[in-house]
């Protein structure tokens, strides 16, 4: 089958495509066909392997698996023995084991579940880490609550806007000029302009913080006395990249009124299943900047590193 394969850590440049050998599905694991693939921020960190620690965990010289991308989109192929969820021809979504830039992948039935009626492959590929991070980072949100979303028109952001205003909340969205319209569309009843507007003070019950890097300080500001932060991620230099800052925020949320956390978010079939129902209901709605042929993997991952894309990518097989 033909895959997006990389041998070393480094730019999109280390991608090539390849014609290696399709997985096989065993135990509780189910063979996919790609129709469409997920690009996101953790795509590029695991192709150029960084921070450096990540290393420690997908391989220290090189990376341990050779073909880019976890989330995915298709139709079941194959089921292993212990399968029973999921049949040969069911149209699945969620992440993989084996990659996603290719013809086939292999994921487990914990990973995978039937893809959203009314989606097309490519927006269904565009759900699944980026929503499911954004769900578990809003756990516990309730109805009336003032949520600010930092990166509203990222990918997790874009979910994180649609997902708070479906639990009631009144929601505040914060992105560059050029794409405040976007974190309106989806849902917004506020957005702020990162490069011209401040964050009032004391203003909000909930921070999803997705984009910016800002200091605790800046976000505790912001923060009502007993409001809470979730620190998804940023994109920073460094060896630890962000995790300095969600550590910090763990130290002193022990000492301060206000919750402050770092999320390391998992991939669950119960999640996808979950956010198929609110999309199914019209709730939720990827929003997709574009798509890429599998050749042009590596031009995907230029963009979402210096395009400033409006919400996702995905790439077509
Ligand atoms: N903890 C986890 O388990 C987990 C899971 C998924 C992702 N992540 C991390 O979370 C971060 C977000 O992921 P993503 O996929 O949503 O990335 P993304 O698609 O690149 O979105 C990030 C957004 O942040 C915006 N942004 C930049 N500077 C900002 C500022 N000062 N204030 C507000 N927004 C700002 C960007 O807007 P412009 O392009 O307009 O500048 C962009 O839309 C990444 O660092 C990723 O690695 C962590």
Same mark, same amino acid.
């Given at each position: 089958?033909?895959?997006?394969?990389?041998?070393?850590?480094?730019?999109?440049?280390?991608?090539?495509? $390849?014609?290696?050998?399709?997985?096989?599905?065993? =135990?509780?694991?189910?063979?996919?066909?790609?129709? @469409? @693939?997920?690009?996101?921020?953790?795509?590029?960190?695991?192709?150029?392997?960084?921070?450096?620690?990540?290393?420690?965990?997908?391989?220290?010289?090189?990376?341990?698996?050779?073909?880019?991308?976890?989330?995915?989109?298709?139709?079941?192929?194959?089921?292993?023995?212990?399968?029973?969820?999921?049949?040969?021809?069911? $149209?699945?979504?969620?992440?993989?084991?084996?990659?996603?830039?290719?013809?086939?992948?292999?994921?487990?039935?914990?990973?995978?579940?039937?893809?959203?009626?009314?989606?097309?492959?490519?927006?269904?590929?565009?759900?699944?880490?980026?929503?499911?991070? @954004?769900?578990?980072?809003?756990?516990?949100?309730?109805?009336?609550?003032?949520?600010?979303?930092?990166?509203?028109?990222?990918?997790?952001?874009?979910?994180?806007?649609?997902?708070?205003?479906?639990?009631?909340?009144?929601?505040?969205?914060?992105?560059?000029?050029?794409?405040?319209?976007?974190?309106?569309?989806? =849902?917004?009843?506020?957005?702020?302009?990162?490069?011209?507007?401040?964050?009032?003070?004391?203003?909000?019950?909930?921070?999803?913080?997705?984009?910016?890097?800002?200091?605790?300080?800046?976000?505790?500001?912001?923060?009502?006395?007993?409001?809470?932060?979730?620190?998804?991620?940023? $994109?920073?230099?460094?060896?630890?990249?962000?995790?300095?800052?969600?550590?910090?925020?763990?130290?002193?949320?022990?000492?301060?009124?206000?919750?402050?956390?770092?999320?390391?978010?998992? $991939?669950?079939?119960?999640?996808?299943?979950?956010?198929?129902?609110?999309?199914?209901?019209?709730?939720?709605?990827? @929003?997709?900047?574009?798509?890429?042929?599998?050749?042009?993997?590596?031009?995907?991952?230029?963009?979402?590193?210096?395009?400033?894309?409006?919400?996702?990518?995905?790439?077509?097989?």
């Amino acid at each position: 089958m033909r895959a997006v394969v990389q041998d070393r850590y480094g730019p999109p440049e280390v991608l090539r495509v $390849e014609e290696i050998d399709q997985p096989v599905a065993g =135990g509780n694991q189910v063979l996919v066909k790609v129709v @469409a @693939a997920g690009v996101d921020q953790g795509t590029w960190h695991l192709m150029a392997g960084e921070p450096r620690m990540v290393r420690l965990a997908i391989g220290l010289r090189r990376p341990r698996m050779r073909v880019s991308g976890r989330d995915v989109a298709g139709v079941v192929e194959a089921v292993g023995p212990g399968v029973t969820s999921l049949a040969v021809g069911d $149209e699945v979504y969620g992440t993989c084991e084996s990659g996603s830039f290719a013809e086939y992948a292999v994921g487990r039935t914990g990973q995978l579940t039937r893809k959203p009626a009314n989606l097309t492959f490519e927006q269904a590929a565009a759900v699944p880490i980026s929503a499911g991070t @954004a769900l578990q980072g809003l756990r516990g949100i309730k109805p009336g609550e003032r949520v600010l979303v930092l990166g509203a028109a990222g990918g997790v952001g874009s979910y994180g806007v649609q997902l708070a205003k479906a639990a009631g909340a009144h929601v505040t969205g914060v992105s560059s000029t050029a794409k405040l319209d976007l974190v309106r569309e989806l =849902g917004a009843d506020e957005a702020l302009d990162y490069t011209r507007d401040e964050l009032p003070a004391a203003a909000y019950d909930f921070i999803l913080d997705t984009g910016g890097n800002r200091s605790l300080k800046i976000l505790r500001r912001a923060l009502k006395p007993k409001g809470r932060v979730v620190i998804i991620g940023s $994109e920073t230099k460094g060896p630890l990249g962000g995790m300095s800052r969600i550590l910090w925020a763990a130290l002193l949320s022990l000492v301060v009124s206000q919750q402050l956390r770092g999320l390391i978010s998992t $991939e669950r079939a119960e999640d996808y299943a979950e956010l198929r129902a609110l999309i199914e209901s019209g709730k939720v709605t990827p @929003a997709i900047d574009r798509t890429y042929p599998l050749d042009e993997a590596a031009a995907a991952i230029h963009h979402l590193r210096d395009g400033h894309p409006r919400g996702k990518l995905v790439i077509t097989i």
